[in-house]
């Protein structure tokens, strides 16, 4: 039987993870604010009831941008999160693969995109008309809920298990 070296192998999964999880979080998430501030409508439905209700509806051009802006993010996102996964799945895999860069993305976009831009500082481009004196502005608790949903769940585990599959399948 051959021994395995776990606490190497995890320092370089944890190393590759936190270096280019990093990179991939970063790209990714400056792609979400750009879209975030300069198509707004693009992520109408993320926002609370009660702001969904008081905004105003966006206009065909709004919704057809918003619709490319969130497309491009997506594309972005997964293909930030490939890269990572396919430069672990390049070298000798002698740990378990577990990629969690997608998941450190869904704690950038809570921490910093949702709790620190959104619900603290709210600039004044990201709020929607009518709705000022909407309480779901500083509600917090709707964007944990959101990270947890079943949806956003598959999104996480998901999408990076199938990646890392094709990833281990093809090298």
Known sequence: MVAVDFSTSYAQWWGHTLTYGSIAVLLSGSVLLAVVFLRPYALIDDYPED????????TAGQK????????????????S????????????????????????FALFDLLIIDWLIICT??????????????????????HVKEQL???????????????????????
């Open 81 to 104: 999160i490939t890269a990572v996964v396919w430069a672990w799945g390049a070298q000798p895999p002698e740990a378990s693969f577990l990629e969690l860069a997608l998941m450190t």
């Open 121 to 142: 500082w709210r600039p004044k481009a990201l709020v929607y008309p009518g709705t000022e004196d909407s309480a779901g502005w500083r509600d917090y608790g709707f």
């Open 51 to 58: 702001i969904r209700q008081a905004a105003p509806a966006p």
């Open 64 to 79: 057809r941008a918003g619709l490319i802006s969130g497309t491009v993010f997506v594309i972005v996102i997964f293909a």
């Open 149 to 171: 949903q079943p949806k956003a769940l598959l999104v996480l585990v998901g999408a990076t298990s199938v990646i890392g599959l094709l990833v281990w399948g093809l090298t």
